[in-house]
C-alpha cells in the first residue's frame, strides 16, 4: 500500500512516500480504507520534533531517540470498511466510518487495522460516520479537536447564562469549543484575527474580538470561563478577562485529558454533527502526494479550522 514516512526529524521534506504491506485485521480488529486525513498541528510537532525542552526527553523516549519508531504519521482518518475480524460486532464491510489512530499513528497511508472497542483512546477509536457529512468533513477534527474541546469543556461550569471567551476560535480546537460552549448553552465570545471573524461568526460566537487590533487588551467585559485553544493568551490578560469565581481553561494544560476519553464521547460529537448542532471546517485540500505542502501551510501557523489529506478520495 501507499504510504508516507517520517525518516527522521525535521522539516516537512523528511516525509517521503513509500510501498508499505498493507496491515491484516487480527480477530478484534476493523481494517479501513482510508478516504482523507488531516495535517494538523499535533501531527507538525512530531514530524519535527518541535516541543518544549521540558518535553524533549519524554517525547523522544516514547517516539524515538533521532528518528520517529512509528514512521507512518496522521491521528485521524475517515474511510470504508474494507474487512473485520471474526469478533467483531459493531462493523461490517462497506460501512464508513471516522477514527482517532491512537498513539501508534498511521493514519498517512491507503489502509490502518484499529481495534473495534479498546476502551483505550490510546489505542484508537472508530464510530461510524454521519451520513450527513462528507469523508473530507469527517476527517476534519472530530475525533481530535472535537475531543480536545470536550475534554476541556468538562471541566468546567458550562451552562445557559454563563459567558465564555475562546481564545483561537478559527483553530483546531477553538470551532469546536466554540461550538459545543454554544450547544451547552453558554453566550461565546470569540477571538481570532480579521479574516477569520465571519467564519467565527457562522460557527455561533455571539460576538466576535479581533485580537489583531488590540481589541481584547480593551475589551472591559470579564468572562465566565476563559478558554486559550492555541495555548497563547498571556496569563495575565486572561486573570483580568475572568470574572470573580471564573475558571481558566489552557489546551496546553489540559490536553492530557483526551487520554481519558470514549469511543461513547466520540459518538456523542457525531451525533451532534448528524443533527447540525457541530460543523467542521476545511481550510484546504490536498491530494496525499503533496502532503510536504500542507506540513508546510500548517506549520506557518495561520490555517483555518482543519487541512485535509485526500487519500482515497471518493468522487
Known amino acids: 500500500m501507499k504510504a508516507i514516512i517520517c525518516t527522521r526529524y525535521g522539516p516537512p521534506e523528511v516525509l517521503q512516500q513509500a510501498e508499505l504491506p498493507q496491515p491484516a485485521p487480527l480477530d478484534n480488529d476493523v481494517l479501513i480504507r482510508i478516504h482523507a486525513t488531516t495535517c494538523h498541528i499535533g501531527d507538525v510537532r512530531v514530524r519535527g ?20 519508531k512509528r514512521k507512518v504519521l496522521g491521528m485521524e482518518l475517515s474511510g470504508g470498511v474494507e474487512a473485520v475480524g471474526k469478533a467483531v ?14 498513539f501508534a499513528l498511521g ?16 489505542k484508537g477509536l472508530v464510530v461510524h460516520k454521519p451520513a450527513s457529512m462528507s469523508f473530507a468533513e469527517a476527517a476534519a477534527g472530530i475525533a481530535t479537536g472535537g475531543l480536545t474541546a470536550l ?10 447564562g454563563r459567558s465564555v ?37 457562522s460557527l455561533g ?5 479581533d485580537y489583531t487590533r488590540d481589541e481584547l487588551e ?17 496569563a495575565a490578560l486572561a486573570r483580568r478577562l475572568l470574572a470573580p469565581s471564573g475558571q481558566s481553561l489552557d489546551v496546553r494544560k489540559h490536553a492530557h485529558l483526551v487520554g481519558k476519553m ?8 457525531t451525533s451532534l454533527a448528524d443533527g447540525g448542532e457541530l460543523h467542521t471546517f476545511v481550510d484546504r485540500e490536498y491530494p496525499l502526494d503533496r502532503i510536504v505542502e500542507a506540513h508546510a501551510y500548517v506549520q506557518q501557523g495561520h490555517k483555518r479550522g482543519y487541512v485535509v489529506i485526500n487519500v482515497n478520495p471518493i468522487s
Open 49 to 68: 520534533a518541535i516541543l518544549p525542552l521540558w518535553m524533549q526527553l519524554p517525547f523522544r523516549l516514547y517516539m524515538g531517540i533521532r528518528k520517529p
Open 89 to 102: 460486532r459493531r462493523f461490517k464491510p462497506g460501512d464508513a466510518v471516522l477514527a482517532f489512530s491512537g
Open 107 to 122: 493514519a498517512y497511508a491507503e489502509y490502518i487495522c484499529l481495534p473495534e472497542d479498546a476502551g483505550d483512546v490510546r
Open 151 to 160: 475534554s476541556m469543556l468538562r471541566k468546567a461550569d458550562i451552562r445557559p
Open 165 to 201: 471567551l475562546v481564545y483561537g476560535a478559527s483553530g483546531s480546537v477553538g470551532v469546536y469549543a466554540l461550538q459545543l460552549a454554544r450547544y451547552f448553552g453558554a453566550e461565546v465570545t470569540g477571538v481570532c484575527s480579521t479574516g477569520n471573524l465571519d467564519m467565527v461568526r
Open 205 to 209: 460566537a455571539s460576538k466576535v474580538i
Open 218 to 234: 480593551t475589551c472591559t467585559e470579564t468572562f465566565d470561563v476563559v478558554l486559550d485553544a492555541v495555548g497563547k493568551l498571556p
Open 262 to 269: 470514549t469511543t461513547a464521547e466520540l459518538q456523542f460529537l
